[in-house]
C-alpha cells in the first residue's frame, strides 16, 4: 500500500537542506559529513521500522536522489564543479552506507527480539507435554490418563501450528505465494466452529453476525486466519469487551472482518504490523505477549488468496481487521511460487 506523506519523505529533505548548504559558496557548512550520518541512520532506522522495504530499497532510494539531482541541474542548465560533483557523490555513498548499516541493525534486533519470544511462546506447550507426560505412569486412572494423552495431543497441534504459521508467513515474505487447497464450503461453519473453539478458551464474549456463504477456498488457510484475527482482537483489544465477527458476501466476494474495542493502532504503524517480526508500538509496550506473526499470517492467506487485508482503527471506532478475498479462489491456488 502507499505510505503516507511524513514517511515517505522521512529525512530526505534534511538531507537535501544540508547538502544545498554544502555546495553554497562561502557556506560555513563545506561538508555535509559530519551531519550526513546521523540523518542516513535515522532514515535507515525509520524504514525499517514503519515500511516494508528492504535493504537493497533503501540503497535505491539515495541512487534514484543522485540520478534525480544531477537531471535536474541538467534541465536547468547549472553547469557544477569536479569539486562540487565530488561533494553529491561522496556524501550521496555515505548516506547509502549509513543508512544500510541503521537498517540492518533494526532488522537485525527485531529478529533477536522475535526469537526470544518465540523460544518462550514454545515452551508453554512444550512445559504442557513434559508435565501430561510424566503424570501418565503414575496414575492407574484409566480417564485421567487419556485426559493427560488429549492435553498432550492438543499442545502437539498448538506447537505444530506456531511452526507451520511461522514457515507459511517467510515463504510468503521472501515473495512466494502460500499453498492452500481450494474447497468448497459455508464460511459460516468456519466461524462457528472457531468461535465455539474460543469461548471455551476467551470466555463467552464472541458476536457473529452473517448468513451462510459459500465459496471455495483453502479451509485450513482461512480458519487459521481467522484464528489469528480473533487471538489478535483478544489480545490487544479493551478486556471483557465484545469481539464482533462478520462477514457478507458483494460482487462475488467475501468480507470476513473481526472487531474489537479498545487503544487504537496508530495511522503510521498500521503498515508495520503487517511486517514480520514487529507489532504495534502499544503492544510492544504494553504486557500483551506474542511473537508477531499473526498479522503478516493473515495477509498472506488473503493476498494468496487473490484478496488484501485492511485495517481500520480508531478510538470511537475500535479496531476492525478484515480479509476481502474471491468468492472463488481456485484461479489462485496450487500456482507456481516462485518466477
Not at 506474542?290 to 488473503?302: D, K, M
Request: glycine fraction near 6%.
Amino acid at each position: 500500500g502507499t505510505l503516507p506523506h511524513p514517511i515517505l519523505i522521512n529525512t530526505l529533505p534534511a538531507l537535501y537542506h544540508n547538502l544545498v548548504e554544502a555546495l553554497t559558496p562561502d557556506y560555513p557548512r563545506t561538508s555535509v559529513a559530519a551531519v550526513t550520518p546521523s540523518v542516513a541512520a535515522e532514515h535507515g532506522g525509520e524504514r525499517a521500522r514503519l515500511t516494508s522495504f528492504q535493504a537493497q530499497s533503501v540503497i535505491t532510494e539515495y541512487q534514484l536522489l543522485r540520478s534525480t539531482i544531477i537531471d535536474v541541474l541538467k534541465w536547468n542548465n547549472v553547469s557544477i564543479s569536479d569539486e562540487e560533483m565530488q561533494i553529491i557523490s561522496s556524501t550521496i555513498d555515505a548516506c547509502i552506507r549509513e543508512a544500510a548499516t541503521a537498517f540492518t541493525l533494526v532488522q537485525a534486533a527485531f529478529q533477536e527480539r522475535f526469537v526470544a519470544t518465540l523460544a518462550h511462546d514454545l515452551r508453554n506447550p512444550l512445559a504442557v507435554i513434559g508435565m501430561m507426560a510424566q503424570l501418565i505412569p503414575q496414575t492407574n486412572d484409566a480417564e485421567k490418563a487419556n485426559g493427560y494423552a488429549r492435553k498432550i495431543a492438543e499442545n502437539v497441534g498448538r506447537a505444530d501450528r506456531m511452526i507451520q504459521e511461522l514457515l507459511d508467513t517467510m515463504i510468503f515474505q521472501q515473495g512466494e505465494r502460500l499453498q492452500f487447497n481450494p474447497t468448497l464450503f459455508n464460511i459460516e461453519e468456519v466461524v462457528e466452529e472457531v468461535c465455539e473453539q474460543s469461548a471455551a478458551v476467551y470466555g463467552p464474549r464472541f458476536e457473529t453476525a452473517g448468513t451462510s456463504i459459500m465459496g471455495w477456498w483453502g479451509r485450513d488457510a482461512v480458519k487459521r486466519a481467522l484464528e489469528n484475527m480473533i487471538s489478535n482482537a483478544v489480545k490487544d483489544g479493551a478486556p471483557e469487551t465484545p469481539i464482533r465477527i462478520a462477514f457478507v458476501e458483494y460482487h462475488g466476494r467475501i468480507e470476513l472482518s473481526v472487531h474489537n474495542e479498545g487503544t487504537p493502532i496508530p495511522p503510521e504503524q498500521v503498515e508495520s504490523v503487517f511486517q514480520v517480526f514487529r507489532r504495534a508500538k502499544a503492544a510492544k509496550e504494553g504486557d500483551k505477549k506474542g511473537w508477531g506473526i499473526g498479522l503478516p499470517y493473515i495477509r498472506s492467506v488473503a493476498e494468496s488468496h487473490g484478496g488484501s487485508v485492511d485495517i481500520d482503527s480508531s478510538d470511537n471506532r475500535g479496531t476492525t481487521v478484515t480479509i476481502d478475498i474471491p468468492l472463488d479462489s481456485r484461479p489462485f491456488g496450487n500456482v507456481p511460487t516462485t518466477e
